[in-house]
């Protein structure tokens, strides 16, 4: 191994010139500095998603597949960045187990994700962009029996009520009270109640101007918006549920929801690892059509790796 062993360097040294040495010495620390770098991981939730990723990297290297507890983590380089790409599973569970599993097992420096989403913003269509500036879960809280009798109406539990009176302009989408999770950080000293995750604002800066000169089509065949510093909301069912969509847009301001990318947000945030995830529109939450997502998937899949890779080819991510 060259790196770190230096028997083998000081012989070289010993048989060349003061040129020669300094030769080696820049070719060792380019090495070195090579290896201990973090990979930038990129991730999908499911073979439709991870497909166009590898399909819209151009230039890619894949070297090796590692595969731990059933999850393949493909590893080599894209725009001359050490990358890990893989599949999360679908929902917050798998998400959040193979992207702890990812940071436990490789030195990351950043995780990007690529997929696709239900839309709750009437201006963002089939194929549009959201990249959110931060990420909620929209299912954490309590459901409560119905009581005429009951000041709220609903027969809350009396230990709760004072996390739902902590909530400047409180509302519930029927019986279902939301409030933020306790969460822990490897920063903090005790737990902490956080309703948000911020995605790295660097990274959001980059893709700002990466959006600027992007040329995607929507599912329209019109030029695809691209929203970037928007609010991401992620729950376990699948939702096209237009009622609490429309519940989810007003108290939330949500632009989008899915199914990952707030548990990989909290795993993100936990570890300290920036993260930024694109999630392009396969279908409008509650619309009349309920076969849209399988319709129109493709062209949010290729919208959401086509981004990603334009932001790692524009090199602006140090």
């Excluded at 997502?293 to 919208?303: C, I, Q, S, T």
Aim: charged content about 15%; glycine content about 10%.
């Amino acid at each position: 191994m060259l790196c770190g062993v230096e028997g083998d360097l000081i012989v070289m040294n010993s048989k060349f010139g003061k040129a020669t040495r300094l030769l080696v010495l820049l070719f060792t620390v380019f090495l070195c500095g090579n290896a201990m770098a973090g990979f930038t991981a990129i991730a999908a939730a499911y073979d439709g998603e991870f497909n166009n990723v590898m399909e819209a990297l151009e230039g890619k290297e894949i070297t090796r597949v590692d595969t731990y507890n059933g999850v393949s983590f493909s590893i080599g380089t894209a725009h001359g960045y050490p990358v890990i790409v893989f599949e999360t599973g679908i929902g917050l569970i798998n998400a959040a187990m193979t992207v702890q599993l990812l940071l436990d097992k490789y030195p990351v420096d950043r995780v990007l994700f690529s997929g696709v989403s239900g839309s709750l913003d009437p201006d963002l269509h089939i194929g549009d962009v959201s990249v959110p500036a931060k990420w909620h879960y929209y299912e954490t809280g309590a459901r409560f029996t119905q009581d005429a009798k009951a000041p709220q109406g609903y027969k809350i539990a009396p230990f709760i009520q004072p996390e739902i009176d902590a909530i400047p302009g409180f509302k519930h989408y029927n019986n279902f009270f939301p409030y933020p999770a306790v969460v822990r950080n490897a920063g903090e000293p005790t737990p902490t109640s956080k309703g948000w995750f911020e995605a790295d604002a660097s990274l959001l800066g980059y893709t700002r101007q990466v959006a600027q000169q992007a040329q995607l089509i929507n599912g329209s065949g019109k030029p695809a918006k691209i929203a970037v510093g928007t609010i991401g909301t992620s729950g376990m069912a699948f939702n096209d549920d237009g009622d609490l969509a429309h519940f989810i847009r007003a108290y939330w301001g949500s632009s989008s929801v899915d199914m990952e990318s707030t548990a990989l947000a909290q795993v993100c945030w936990s570890n300290s690892i920036p993260f930024l995830v694109i999630r392009s529109m396969s279908d409008q939450v509650g619309n009349d059509n309920p076969n849209e997502f399988a319709e129109f998937r493709g062209v949010a899949e290729k919208n959401a790796a086509s981004l990603l890779n334009l932001l790692l080819k524009s090199k602006l991510i140090k």
